[in-house]
């Protein structure tokens, strides 16, 4: 017969687990091109099951082993990009992100001093550019509204339930953001990230003129 004592114990190792599996951190990389300060973006690899060909900033799941969300930026910036630790330089963090899924990430902005040792991970990383962080400052995102719902699949027992209707139901939305620059799309959970970002700097910008 199972125990008191072994529901706690299975109960705090699911925990445990649940506290790794919902963190995640990204790194926002400036580098200076020509004179000018740039955002470095990704494109994700076609092969990959999850957003393939979507653009993003480096990142990943918070692991074990990794000693801080800080450190999980990194090390995705080199497992992804190539760029190794001693050419990143953490200028800061901006505030967790608590994306639509439940999933809660920690953006890091980051200079990388040289993209000399650039290796792209094939199997995640198809290719990279950068935009101008001047751009951004110029031209706001274009919004669009996301309906978020649910309908029951033709399994459901509705003989159970029978007050449940069958049709798609509402039940909430949320913005979603759009940077489109020459062939690029810059979107989504990306695009929302990087307006936080823009946002914070163009006080500076401000400040200037």
């Known amino acids: 017969m199972i125990t008191i004592t072994e529901i706690s114990q299975q109960l705090a190792k699911n925990n445990s687990k649940k506290t790794i599996a919902d963190k995640a951190s990204i790194l926002i990389p ?60 953490i200028l800061g963090q901006l505030p967790k992100f608590l994306a639509t899924l439940g999933l809660i990430i920690y953006p890091f902005v980051a200079q990388i001093s040289s993209l000399d040792k650039l290796k792209l991970n094939p199997n995640e990383v198809e290719k990279i550019f950068t935009v101008p962080i001047d751009w951004f400052i110029t031209n706001a995102p274009i919004q669009a509204t996301m309906d978020v719902g649910h309908k029951p699949a033709d399994n459901f027992p509705f003989n159970l339930v029978p007050k449940r209707t069958r049709e798609w139901q509402k039940r909430s939305e949320h913005k979603v953001l759009f940077y489109p620059y020459n062939e690029y799309v810059i979107w989504g959970l990306t695009a929302q990230i990087t307006l936080n970002f823009i946002k914070i700097i163009s006080n500076i910008a401000n400040s200037i003129n």
């Open 30 to 89: 400036i580098i200076e091109i020509d004179g000018q300060l740039q955002l470095l973006f990704q494109i994700r690899a076609q092969t990959l099951k999850w957003q393939p060909g979507d653009i993003c900033f480096p990142g990943g799941r918070i692991e074990l082993m990794d000693r801080s969300p800080e450190q999980t930026a990194i090390r995705e910036t080199y497992e992804e990009l190539g760029i190794p630790e001693q050419d990143i330089t």
